[in-house]
Each structure stands twice: as structure tokens, then as C-alpha cells.
């Protein structure tokens, strides 16, 4: 037993000095080594000038919409045989009748009862040039009585003459003294006469050209080039006043409205616009089809009155003019009605700090400072254009040129690690380089 408890004893006490040993031995020295430098690719900031460019989607309408409501009743007669919808008719085309049998009638009396009123003021008109001749002519006999009268007076003082011709040439002097002023009386009424008759013969032309204009009516003609849209009649149909027959489209202007951001429509618009002017802007709409894009130039037009609150968007009208589009021959198809499409609008050029597209990271710039550092940068884009950006700083601070821009994507990216730019590897045009790990 004395045995077994030494050995115990003694194999404790020597794994204690053996932990004792390894705990108190010194640590060997260590040497920390810093981490290489990353080669990286740059290119300076610089400006340029660039043009700001949106973009927005919306649907294609017709400038102008035309709908042939009926302004009188009546049988639809002459039916146009082209008059279905999707056809393309010219300007002028007459494209139905409404039966014009009663308003030819109505013409007809109209203008009998025209005729009737200047007739009437041409009577009138000659009556009184009849009747200054007749008053002239009877004022000169006056007159030759009247003198005879005085004649006879001083015979008859003289004892020349009898009273009864004295009396006899006093009533014959009255006789026509009162002729005369019955003429006289009705040269005075003439004017009344002739202003009634001139009103009568107004009365007269505002029904002819009243009754002109319904049997004009009767024709549906088309008046400009345009799309039948709508349909809404037949021949034998008989329609009432205010029933919509037809709809139409023009053809050669088409409208587009789009939704801007108002932030975008701000960066767009020359700071000296006036009022709702557009001037500087230029848009171009386009067309994705099946292994094809269609582009045609716009021209945008006005601003809606009122935003969407919902979204902060502004309507901008953009105008496609396709005059040419329907003739034979023509390379660009048209634009029709309802087709969803793609804008771009584009702003005046400006000078704008810019950069590779592929030197963005997300809302981040790496830049490499004076001490071959990593800098990272919170900016802001303004617009793309092509493979180029344009930027602010969000802290305000204005850019300065010559910053060396690093166009790799670093792995990890840690504010203030090395960097080294080895030579024949700053070139802006090269493609995106791989990510430095």
C-alpha cells in the first residue's frame, strides 16, 4: 500500500511541474504584416456636356376626334361603300345622306319668299323715284297757278276781270296746292315703307341661308383625312337629331401623354422657361415589336394642368406629326390609336460632372485620395446617357477635377485601405474590370 500511495504521489507532482513549465515558458515574438495594396483601375473626373434624358411610358391618342352627330332627323340614304371602321377615307369624302326631300321643300319656299320681299323693296325703291318725278312735276304746276292767280287778282282790281274768274283760279291754285302736298305727305312715308321692307327682306335671307344650311346637313362629309373608329348607322336607319353616327380619326397628328416624375420634368426644363413653354425639350417615341423598334420623333406640347399627388408625376403631352405615313411608299408605318409605347425626353444640353457607368456603386463613388487611399463617396445621379452618369455629391460639397475615380468593384471595400494603380491600367474605355478580392 506504502507503494501504490508514493507512486500516486509522484506522477502529480510531476504533470503539475510539467503544466508549470509550459505556462511560464516565454511566447515567441510575433511580426505583423500589413496587407498589399490592391491594384486598381482609374480614370479622372472631369466634366462634360451632356444632355438630360427621361424617361416615361404612355398610350398613343389621335390629336383630333371627330363624331358626326346627327342635326336633324331622317332617313340615312347613300351610304358611303368604304364607310367601315378602320377604314382610310380622304377629307371631303361624303360619307351618308340623311333623306333631304323635306328640307329641299323647306328651300324651295325660302327662296319664293325671298324673291317676294325684293321684289317688293325694288317696287318700293322705284315708287319713290316715281314719285319725286310726279311731285316735281306738280310742284311746277303750282307754281304756274299760283301765278296765274296773281295774274287774275290785278286784272281784277283793274276791272279786267270778272270775280268769277278770280274764284275760278283760286279754286283750280287750292286744287293743286293740295296735290301737291298729298305727294309731299306720302314722299314722307317712304322711308318707314322701305325700312320695313328691307327688315322683311332680312327676315327673307335668314331663312333661305337658315334653310341652306339644314339641307347641307343632310350630307355627312368628312373633314379632314382620317381612321373610321366607330360605326353607329346603316343605310334605311332613320335617326333622330343629336344620335352619334360615326366616329373618326385624324391621321396625320397623333398625341402621347406620359407620366414625368417631377423631380425629372424639373431637370429637364431650361431654368428660363416661361409659363408652360417647352422650348428646348425634344422627345422621341418608340415601339418594341417582335424583332423590331420603331422610332418616330415628338415634339412635346404642354403640361397637364394638375400632378397625380399619388405617384408626384406630372402629364406631358408629346405630339407625333405623320403626314406622309399613309402614302404609298412610305418607310415608317403610323401610329395608331391605343398602342402603348416608350418615350424619351430630352433636355438642353449642359456642362455636368460625369462618370463611367461601371464607376458607380449603387449610390456610392470609390474614389483615391492624394494618400493612394479608398475614399467612398455618397452621390447622387442626375440622368444616364449612354455609358455615362451624371452626378452630385449629397453632402453638397461642390466636385473638384482631377479626382481619380476607381472604376473596379472591390471586395471588400473598406474606407481608407491601400491602393495602387499599375501602370497601362487607367484606360476610361476598357471594359469593366474584374473585382479586386
Known sequence: MPSKRGFAYGLLAGTLVLLLAVMLRPSAPT????APAKVVQVVPLEQRVMTPEVQAFGRVKPKRVWQAVAELGGEVQDR????????LLRAGTRLLTIDPLEYQLYLAQARADHNAAQAQLTRLEQSAVNLDDTLALEQRRLALAEAELARKQRLHEQGLASQSEL??????????????????????????????????????????????????????TLPFDGRIAVVD?????????????LEAHGIDEMEVEVAVAQHDLRLLLPSE????????????????????????????????ASADPSRATVGVVLEVHQPDAYLDGATQPPLIDGLFVEARLQG???WVWSVPQRAL???????????????????????????????????????????????????PAVAGMELRVEEGTTTPDASSPEPVL
Open 233 to 245: 348607322v346603316e343605310e334605311g336607319q332613320v335617326v333622330t337629331p343629336n344620335t352619334v353616327m
Open 361 to 411: 456603386r449603387g449610390e456610392q463613388l470609390y474614389l483615391m485620395d492624394g494618400e493612394d487611399r479608398l475614399e467612398i463617396l455618397p452621390v447622387q445621379v442626375l440622368f444616364r446617357q449612354g455609358d455615362r452618369v451624371a452626378i452630385v455629391a449629397r453632402s453638397g460639397e461642390p466636385l473638384e477635377s482631377g479626382l481619380r475615380v476607381v472604376l473596379n468593384d472591390l471586395i
Open 167 to 220: 274764284d275760278n283760279q283760286q279754286q283750280s291754285a287750292l286744287s293743286q296746292r293740295k296735290l301737291v302736298q298729298e305727294l309731299e305727305n306720302q314722299r314722307r312715308l317712304l322711308p318707314d315703307d322701305r325700312r320695313v321692307a328691307q327688315a322683311q327682306l332680312k327676315v327673307a335671307e335668314a331663312a333661305l341661308a337658315d334653310a341652306k344650311r339644314r339641307l347641307a346637313q343632310t350630307e355627312i
Open 31 to 34: 511580426v505583423q504584416r500589413a
Open 273 to 304: 422657361r416661361q409659363g408652360d413653354s417647352l422650348l428646348g425639350l425634344s422627345a422621341t417615341v418608340t415601339l418594341a415589336t417582335a424583332g423590331e423598334t420603331l422610332n418616330w420623333r415628338a415634339t412635346p406640347t404642354r403640361i397637364r
Open 80 to 87: 358611303h361603300p368604304q364607310l367601315e371602321t378602320g377604314r
Open 348 to 350: 438642353r444640353e449642359r
